[in-house]
């Protein structure tokens, strides 16, 4: 039975398997919550946004994705549930270990603002040879510093 059958293009279907890294701060500022929102939003319809699955950056990405019909994955630290806004939950009870299976999942990463564990996640994919895509985050090498949400998510998408 033929009926109305979905096919996607090449394109589309290399879009829509990308996995995106969303990292940044448990504890994310005002400014730094937003920030991840509008990126969570551009990433829901070009892929699936992959996050350590708790608040602050992390809830705000999975937020954002999730108004915009995006699906969420939150690789957690623990037996958790997470942030309300995550659709497949997986719970490693690896504590920050768990940062290296946020940053293996993706194919590339987009760190917002974010403190010591971002800093981890950070140099782990710059070791798995990761790109990395920097909102107001840490300035160092290897980090491809972007202005604007649109630029972190266009990067990130041209690389695929």
């Known amino acids: 039975m033929m009926g109305n059958t979905l096919r996607?293009?090449?394109l589309e279907?290399?879009?829509?398997?990308?996995?995106?890294?969303?990292?940044?701060?448990?504890?994310?500022?005002a400014d730094e919550y937003a920030t991840a929102c509008t990126v969570g939003a551009l990433i829901a319809s070009r892929g699936?946004?992959?996050?350590?699955?708790?608040?602050?950056v992390m809830e705000?990405?999975?937020?954002?994705?999730?108004?915009h019909g995006g699906l969420t994955v939150g690789i957690l630290p623990d037996t958790s549930n997470g942030n309300p806004y995550l659709d497949v939950i997986i719970r490693t009870g690896l504590?920050?270990?768990?940062?290296?299976?946020?940053?293996q999942s993706a194919d590339a990463v987009i760190a917002v603002g974010g403190s010591c564990?971002?800093?981890?996640?950070?140099?782990?994919?710059?070791?798995?040879?990761?790109?990395?895509?920097?909102?107001?985050?840490?300035?160092?090498?290897?980090?491809?510093?972007?202005?604007?949400?649109?630029?972190?998510v266009e990067r990130a998408i041209s690389e695929y």
């Open 48 to 56: 699936t946004l992959v996050c350590g699955g708790l608040g602050g």
């Open 8 to 10: 996607l293009s090449p």
């Open 95 to 103: 504590g920050h270990a768990r940062n290296v299976l946020v940053v």
């Open 60 to 67: 705000a990405a999975c937020k954002g994705a999730r108004e």
């Open 13 to 29: 279907k290399n879009l829509s398997s990308m996995q995106i890294a969303v990292i940044g701060a448990a504890d994310a500022n």
């Open 117 to 152: 564990g971002t800093l981890s996640e950070i140099a782990i994919a710059l070791k798995m040879k990761r790109p990395v895509y920097g909102l107001k985050t840490w300035d160092i090498a290897g980090v491809e510093h972007c202005a604007t949400p649109e630029e972190a």
